[in-house]
């Protein structure tokens, strides 16, 4: 069963990556997806763990509630610094570091007022 639905994956268009089903899959450096049975954690996240998911959880949300018009700021922005992220990813680099000053040279090389 598993080597059959590992090809049907394979096969398929989708983009797969991550937990699907009973299955934790990525894509090799081939290009070939690779599968193996999901690994349960053996212990509940540490204090330290569940403080940055929250933190992420939160950055990820505001980004969500961010109005459109801020968000192509943020992604023009990045943009226009030549960078190799997206503006979802300077965002969240700023909102779970507070990196300012960071902002401040993208937002001289782009521009813009981001802050």
Do not use: C
């Amino acid at each position: 069963m598993h080597n059959l639905t590992i090809r049907l994956l394979q096969t398929s268009a989708l983009h797969i990556q991550g937990d699907v089903g009973p299955y934790t899959t990525y894509t090799s450096k081939r290009r070939l997806l690779v599968a193996y049975a999901k690994a349960p954690p053996t212990k509940p996240p540490t204090y330290y763990q569940a403080r940055l998911r929250n933190l992420w959880r939160a950055a990820a949300f505001s980004w969500k509630n961010l109005r459109t018009e801020n968000k192509k700021a943020w992604t023009k922005a990045a943009k226009r610094a030549k960078l190799s992220i997206t503006g979802y990813d300077l965002w969240m680099h700023y909102l779970t570091t507070g990196d300012e000053p960071a902002v401040r040279t993208v937002e001289r090389l782009a521009h813009t007022r981001l802050l």
